[in-house]
């Protein structure tokens, strides 16, 4: 059983920062790969970006450029820089780890962008 934990959210203004963190109860990044997934209120989760456990990083094209994913292997922790934030990325971010057909989630953590 893998338990992933996020934190790091916050309330923001437009055009600011924020890293998100996922502690991972072990070291799984060398055979999982992690997603970062966002759910707004009153809409479906959708997919913001991945990393690989050979290090490939993807981003849905709402956040290309804006957002980073990254892994700390000795921190078993897989981060979320999100540079640029719009009003528009309000929503409960959640980790997640896949591999075939396990999926391990997080509980999430709420970014809010307002002014």
């Known amino acids: 059983q893998v338990q992933l934990v996020e934190s790091g959210g916050g309330l923001v203004q437009p055009g600011g920062s924020l890293r998100l963190s996922c502690a991972a109860s072990?070291?799984?990044?060398?055979?999982?790969?992690m997603y970062w997934y966002r759910q707004a209120p009153g809409k479906q989760r959708e997919y913001v970006a991945t990393?690989?456990?050979?290090?490939?990083?993807n981003y849905a094209d709402s956040v290309k450029g804006r957002f980073t994913i990254s892994v700390d292997n000795d921190k078993n922790t897989v981060y979320l820089q999100m540079n640029s934030l719009k009003p528009q990325d309000t929503a409960v971010y959640y980790c997640?780890?896949?591999?075939?057909?396990?999926?391990?989630w997080g509980q999430g953590t709420q970014v809010t962008v307002s002014s």
């Open positions: 997640n780890a896949h591999q075939a057909w396990i999926d391990y």
């Open positions: 072990g070291s799984i990044f060398s055979t999982y790969a």
């Open positions: 990393i690989t456990p050979g290090a490939s990083a």
